[in-house]
């Protein structure tokens, strides 16, 4: 498995913008894929957006136009920017990585919608 590390939540205002970032432990270019979840109190974790090893993405409906994931290679980072926030997206996310049929997971960071 691989080790992640997640940091840029906090508080940000409606309609403002936040990113996340995922180190991770080793080199990122040979992942299937990385990418970020999310869990609300009492919901399960769902996804948010995937970047694949082949560069192909994926974004939930939810977010479609105000996420977008992107990773540097060389840092061994992946990113989410979110912009536009609401209220919606209050909750803990998660950096996801999938390596050799393997899943690994993040603590969490957590983001805070607030006026």
């Known amino acids: 498995q691989v080790q992640l590390v997640e940091s840029g939540g906090g508080l940000v205002q409606p309609g403002g913008s936040l990113r996340l970032a995922c180190v991770a432990s080793r080199s990122i270019s040979s992942f299937d894929a990385m990418g970020w979840y999310r869990r609300a109190p009492g919901k399960q974790r769902e996804l948010v957006a995937t970047l694949t090893s082949r560069d192909g993405t994926y974004d939930a409906d939810s977010v479609k136009g105000r996420f977008t994931v992107s990773r540097d290679n060389a840092k061994n980072t992946v990113y989410l920017q979110m912009n536009s926030m609401n209220l919606a997206y209050n909750t803990v996310y998660y950096c996801?990585?999938?390596?050799?049929?393997?899943?690994?997971w993040g603590q969490g960071t957590q983001v805070t919608v607030s006026s």
């Open positions: 996801n990585a999938v390596a050799r049929l393997l899943t690994s």
